[in-house]
Every structure is written in structure tokens, then in C-alpha cells.
Nanobody
Framework: VQLQASGGGLVQAGGSLRLSCAASGRTFSDYVMGWFRQATGKEREFVAA????????YYADSVKGRFTISRDNAKNTVSLQMNSLKREDTAVYYC????????????????WGQGTQVTVSS
């Protein structure tokens, strides 16, 4: 699966951004999709994941209630709506695809996009 993330940018604290990830190459609905992020000098961390059908979602505690993951299997896309952004949300955001179950573990994801930068200013 080839993954292309987009939608990053600069936003003020309290604002919103919507990230998108377009998939190609294989059957999109065969994969659990996830978003991860990596801030400068820190390890990559899990943000959110969504099941193959979209019926189940899973969030990191740090984004629960602020971020929403969704997918459109007809359009081969997964999105991350980010509201009430905080400075600590600043990071490069990656979408990823997993042939395993719904997971927060990065090693269970087989394919990764190139990342999109999100910067939240105060």
C-alpha cells in the first residue's frame, strides 16, 4: 500500500486542522489504518486507529475528545480531524496501514506514509 498524507500546516492553539491520507496499490479496506506522530527529539507515538469497516476507533489519551479518525473505503482515504489543538500537538504526523488488528503498536503497521508537519503556535 502506498500512503500519501496531506493537510498539515501552521495553526494557532485552539484551532483545527484536518489531515488526510490517500491510499493506493492494494485493497484499502483490508487494512486497519492509524495515525502516529513524532515531535522533534521524541519517539514516534500513537495517535489514533480505525478498524477496517470504520466501526471501531481507538485513541491515545492525549487526543481523546479532541481528535476524530474516520475513513472512506470508497475513496481509499483516512482522515484525522484535529480540534482544540495544543502546542504539544506539534509534530510530524504519519498515516500507516496494518494487516493486524486495531493497535497502538507501531511495529504492527506494515506501510507508512511520508508524514505531514503540524505546527501549533501559542
Amino acid at each position: 500500500v502506498q500512503l500519501q498524507a496531506s493537510g498539515g500546516g501552521l495553526v494557532q492553539a485552539g484551532g483545527s486542522l484536518r489531515l488526510s491520507c490517500a491510499a493506493s496499490g492494494r485493497t484499502f479496506s483490508d487494512y486497519v489504518m492509524g495515525w502516529f506522530r513524532q515531535a522533534t527529539g521524541k519517539e514516534r507515538e500513537f495517535v489514533a486507529a480505525i478498524s477496517r469497516s470504520g466501526a471501531s476507533t481507538y485513541y491515545a489519551d492525549s487526543v481523546k475528545g479532541r481528535f476524530t479518525i474516520s475513513r472512506d473505503n470508497a475513496k481509499n482515504t483516512v482522515s484525522l480531524q484535529m480540534n482544540s489543538l495544543k502546542r504539544e500537538d506539534t509534530a510530524v504526523y504519519y498515516c500507516a496501514a496494518s494487516s493486524s488488528g486495531l493497535s497502538s503498536r507501531s511495529y504492527e503497521y506494515d506501510f507508512w506514509g511520508q508524514g505531514t508537519q503540524v505546527t501549533v503556535s501559542s
